[in-house]
Each structure stands twice: as structure tokens, then as C-alpha cells.
Nanobody
Framework: QVQLVESGGGLVQAGGSLSLSCAAS????????MGWFRQVPGKEREFVGC????????YYADSVKGRFTISRDNAKMSVLLQMNSLKPDDTAVYYC???????????????WGQGTQVTVSS
């Protein structure tokens, strides 16, 4: 089992950058693929990107490809989401999640953080 806590959200102007961190505690962090999702009120949770257990393979949603970067440090039990060239459409609550394998589906993730709000002003 693993517990996840996101941090780093906030308010930023369009074109700016934010770095979100997901700190994990518990056991066997390196055995989990990690994903980032986001959600706005009234909409389903949306896939942002994910990284395999070793960090060798990383996948991104088309909407963030080229602007967002995911990395992980298994020794520090953490995952980072670097967000550049932010747009107002990126405004959402961002969640990190741990699961059995890299996936775009929320149902493939077993553990979730509480989320952190990102607001991008125009």
C-alpha cells in the first residue's frame, strides 16, 4: 500500500510554469506505475500522463505533449510534473495516482492523492 500527497499547485499566468510534486509513503513505491490526472468541476477525471515503474517509458496526453514533463525518483519516492507554457485550459485539480501498469484509465490506478489546485489566468 502507498499513500500519496501532491503539492506545488497555485495560481499562474498563461505562459508560465508550475512544478507539481507527488510524495509517496508506504511500501514498494518502485513497483507502481505512476500517473497524473486532472479534473474540473462537472467533468470526468482526465489523463495527463504516466510513467513506468523504472521511469524508462513516459506517456502524455496529446493536450500536454511538449509542454509537460513527468519524472520520478524511486529513491526519494516522488514523482514530478513539470508544466510549462501553461494555458487557461490547464486549470484543474491535479491528482497523482499509483497503479499496476502505465495506463490512461483511472480504473487501473489503486491509490490516489488528495489533489492540488492549478489555476491559470489569461
Amino acid at each position: 500500500q502507498v499513500q500519496l500527497v501532491e503539492s506545488g499547485g497555485g495560481l499562474v499566468q498563461a505562459g508560465g510554469s508550475l512544478s507539481l510534486s507527488c510524495a509517496a509513503s508506504g511500501r514498494n513505491f518502485s513497483s507502481y506505475a505512476m500517473g497524473w490526472f486532472r479534473q474540473v468541476p462537472g467533468k470526468e477525471r482526465e489523463f495527463v500522463g504516466c510513467i513506468t515503474r523504472s521511469g524508462v517509458r513516459i506517456y502524455y496526453a496529446d493536450s500536454v505533449k511538449g509542454r509537460f514533463t513527468i519524472s520520478r525518483d524511486n529513491a526519494k519516492m516522488s514523482v514530478l510534473l513539470q508544466m510549462n507554457s501553461l494555458k487557461p485550459d490547464d486549470t484543474a485539480v491535479y491528482y497523482c495516482a499509483a497503479g499496476r501498469g502505465p495506463s490512461i484509465s483511472t480504473s487501473d490506478y489503486d491509490y490516489w492523492g488528495q489533489g492540488t489546485q492549478v489555476t491559470v489566468s489569461s
